[in-house]
């Protein structure tokens, strides 16, 4: 079991910048998939990025890539989705997902959120004009 509590949303204006983290509860986070969606007013939940537990894959969708980086400290529980160059499109609640990875290299990034088994609460990021 992994309980995920995301943090760090807020009201920004466009163009600034946001850290949001999301600690994991239990000992064995470095064996995690970890994965951050987001879920806009009246839109479908959308996959935002993800990193693998060994760090050493990364993959974006489109239209963040290049504005988002993902990361996660391992000796801290922790994954962050560091936000900048923000645009109004970008508000959403913001999701962290985890999915037990066995400790498996070479695996494909996990990208769709049936993928995840375990969830956090969310976080708004509400991004102004």
């Known amino acids: 079991q992994v309980q995920l509590v995301e943090s760090g949303g807020g009201l920004v204006q466009a163009g600034g910048s946001l850290r949001l983290s999301c600690a994991a509860s239990?000992?064995?986070?470095?064996?995690?998939?970890m994965g951050w969606f987001r879920q806009a007013p009246g839109k479908e939940r959308e996959f935002v990025a993800a990193?693998?537990?060994?760090?050493?894959?990364?993959y974006y969708v489109d239209s963040v890539k290049g504005r988002f980086t993902i990361s996660r400290d391992n000796a801290k529980n922790t994954v962050y989705l560091q936000m900048n160059s923000l645009k109004p499109e970008d508000t959403a609640v913001y999701y962290c997902?985890?999915?037990?990875?066995?400790?498996?290299?070479?695996?494909?990034?996990?990208?769709?959120?049936?993928?995840?088994?375990?969830w956090g609460q969310g976080t708004q990021v509400t991004v102004s004009s």
């Open positions: 990193i693998r537990w060994s760090g050493d894959s990364t």
């Open positions: 997902a985890a999915d037990y990875s066995g400790g498996v290299y070479g695996a494909k990034v996990k990208i769709k959120g049936d993928e995840y088994d375990y």
């Open positions: 239990g000992r064995t986070f470095s064996s995690y998939d």
